[in-house]
């Protein structure tokens, strides 16, 4: 089903829901949920591309939203939580990307901690994760390896935790933390050299890597952060 295919209008269509996808080899496969969606137990949705969430999700155990299902197309799926929707997961909500150049664009919850997975590629610009801070208390995002890091905020939003997000783009200024005995790489017995630069093709971006040596299986060579400025 294409977007205007499946557009959930109505909150008494949407209760009780546990699973709804879309899927087809089209690039237009979005899910679109315009009523409030209840679930008893876990909620599953499933978006060929893009998932556009303009009411609250709520459900008894978790959420679960998957963009760019099934990967059938050579575009990225985008995945927004449209203020003030709001999503209430008390086992915590996840989000999930796939092959492609995906994009997530959300605020923190108050009713779930989020955990997202943007998949492959593990390239610059790659998956992209949006994140609205606007006046928020104590946002601090601490790094933990390639691609992944913890947000943390004041209570009572919970946090945000991702891996395999090449991009971080937060719309306010908040605390950068690195303590390499915290990640991955960070324990191998081998020098961390890491180097702290402005991106050359986009000035405007720290860029955050780790040069030298591999000791596998947990070092890497590679970029631990990229985002704007403050």
């Avoid at 496969?29 to 969430?53: K, Q």
């Avoid at 664009?105 to 997975?117: M, R, V």
Wanted: charged share 15%.
């Amino acid at each position: 089903a294409k977007a205007q295919d499946f557009l959930c209008n109505q909150a008494e269509r949407l209760e009780q829901l546990a699973r709804v996808e879309t899927a087809d080899n089209g690039a237009t496969d979005d899910l679109v949920v315009n009523g409030v969606v209840n679930a008893t137990g876990a909620l599953t949705l499933n978006a060929g591309d893009n998932a556009v969430v303009n009411f609250n999700l709520i459900a008894t155990t978790s959420v679960t939203v998957n963009v760019d299902a099934a990967d059938n197309d050579a575009a990225g799926g985008v995945f927004s939580l449209v203020l003030p929707a709001t999503i209430t997961a008390p086992t915590g909500a996840f989000l999930n990307g796939a092959a492609d150049n995906d994009t997530f664009n959300f605020a923190p919850q108050t009713g779930a901690a989020i955990t997202l997975d943007g998949l492959a590629p593990p390239t610059v610009p790659g998956d992209i994760l949006n994140i609205d801070i606007s006046a928020l208390t104590n946002p601090l995002l601490t790094l933990q390896g390639q691609g992944a890091g913890t947000w943390t905020f004041d209570a009572p939003l919970q946090p945000v935790v991702y891996t395999s997000i090449e991009t971080v783009v937060p719309d306010d200024a908040y605390h950068l933390r690195l303590l390499a005995s915290g990640t991955s790489f960070g324990n191998t017995g081998v020098a961390d050299n890491i180097v702290i630069r402005r991106d050359s093709v986009v000035p405007t971006d720290l860029v955050i890597e780790r040069t030298g040596v591999l000791n596998a299986p947990n070092d890497f060579v590679g970029v631990i952060f990229q985002g704007p400025l403050a």
